[in-house]
């Protein structure tokens, strides 16, 4: 369900946005006369008024995320797993929010409206740890424990995700080093599982 969920919203984000640059491209050719046939080109320049709607598309998708990354953290019982998440969620959150950051600049996404994106990306993972907190602290039973196990799917589905669809063919797709590549994903499935016989 986690990872349908995310994959949903992120083809949403992606139909919207890639429909925008579409439509402006077209309209830059028909309007721009002369300029569409000749050598001088300008770039296209992104829309005042879309580039908060589409921060907001972007900003919902990763946010879904990010609840289930605090998700994930906050229903483990082990030190030792949750130092194993921990590791992997701050890993993989600065580069995302780095990545975010060069995104709403791209879209021409004004101050103000940036750093809420950015300070309401950064609230979502605590939500999420607390949400799991209160699941494992709550009265034992079997609606707690379907609750867990329920959330640990969802959870555990948004990380098959990012991992299988957004990170590692992102990755590859490069041709540059792929000995170095496998390497470092080998050497990350190690150093987790070295982490999981810890636990």
Do not use: N
Not at 54 to 65: P, Q, T, V
Not at 105 to 124: D, H, Q, V, Y
């Amino acid at each position: 369900l986690g990872f349908f969920f995310v994959f949903l919203l992120e083809s949403l984000a992606l139909q919207y946005c890639h429909g925008d640059a579409g439509r402006s491209t077209v309209q830059e050719e028909e309007w721009g006369g002369t300029h569409a046939f000749g050598f001088h080109k300008h770039p296209p320049v992104p829309s005042p008024s879309r580039g908060p709607l589409r921060a907001l598309i972007l900003l919902l998708s990763l946010s879904f995320h990010s609840v289930f990354e605090g998700l994930a953290v906050g229903l483990q019982t082990s030190v030792a797993a949750t130092i194993q998440l921990c590791v992997a969620v701050l890993a993989h959150k600065g580069l995302v929010v780095f990545s975010v950051g060069l995104r709403l600049l791209k879209m021409g996404t004004g101050t103000r409206w940036a750093a809420f994106c950015i300070l309401s990306l950064a609230l979502m993972s605590p939500v999420g740890l607390a949400l799991g907190m209160t699941v494992t602290g709550g009265a034992s039973g079997p609606a707690q424990g379907l609750a867990q196990a329920v959330l640990e799917g969802v959870a555990a589905g948004t990380f098959l995700y990012v991992t299988f669809l957004e990170i590692l063919p992102r990755e590859l797709a490069c041709p540059e080093a792929p000995l170095a590549k496998y390497g470092c994903v080998a050497a990350g499935f190690a150093f987790m599982a070295l982490i999981a016989l810890w636990a």
